[in-house]
């Protein structure tokens, strides 16, 4: 849903996803803002996944989670604290070298920059708040 001109997420019942139908370059910069609502909140970002609707999936989002990367949204880590499942690291892949640091309180904007250098090497950078 849009409100005053800000993309809100809810809680469900299953797995959503909003993408961006124009590919991207090989190497590029996604900055956003995300503000959580909860202390418990849990989301992400994905990027480098190819389009949900080429996998024959039921629910399409899941083609991002089995195919593509998530910078993670959970000052919790869930499900076990650990620093490849908290805000700001690229969710349950091993071997990153963290700097993690702690998002705004819920209820102000938090920004992420975003940098992929070429999919294929697989290298991330994530800026949180600067």
Request: glycine share 10%; charged share 15%; net charge negative.
């Amino acid at each position: 849903m849009v409100a005053n001109g800000v993309l809100q997420a809810g809680p469900g019942g299953d797995l959503g996803l909003l993408w961006c139908t124009t590919p991207t370059p090989r190497d590029f910069i996604l900055r956003c803002e995300w503000r959580p609502a909860q202390a418990d909140d849990n989301s992400g970002v994905f990027v480098c996944f190819p389009n949900p609707n080429s996998k024959g999936y039921n629910n399409t989002a899941y083609v991002a989670v089995h195919f593509g990367f998530e910078v993670q949204i959970d000052e919790a880590g869930a499900p076990d604290g650990a620093d490849q499942h908290r805000t700001g690291a690229i969710y349950a892949e091993p071997n990153q070298a963290f700097n993690l640091q702690p998002a705004l309180p819920v209820g102000q904007w938090n920004a992420y920059e975003i940098r992929v250098d070429g999919p294929q090497s697989q290298t991330y950078t994530v800026l949180l708040n600067g």
